[in-house]
């Protein structure tokens, strides 16, 4: 549709549920970006923000 929306939130489940494609940034560098699953995926992402642990 061509249409972005910047999105800065801390509730990781319900934002990735609504975005086709994300981008997680660390100090001011995107680290990852992608669909949900690639972000999940990545280890570097997993290492900074979400843990081992975290599930959608």
């Not at 680290?31 to 992402?45: F, H, R």
């Not at 843990?51 to 959608?56: H, M, P, T, W």
């Amino acid at each position: 549709r061509g249409l972005g929306v910047l999105i800065t939130d801390h509730n990781v489940r319900e934002t990735l549920d609504v975005c086709e494609h994300a981008y997680i940034v660390q100090e001011g560098q995107v680290i990852a970006q992608g669909s949900a699953e690639v972000i999940l995926a990545d280890k570097k992402v997993r290492d900074v923000y979400l843990g081992e642990n975290f599930r959608l």
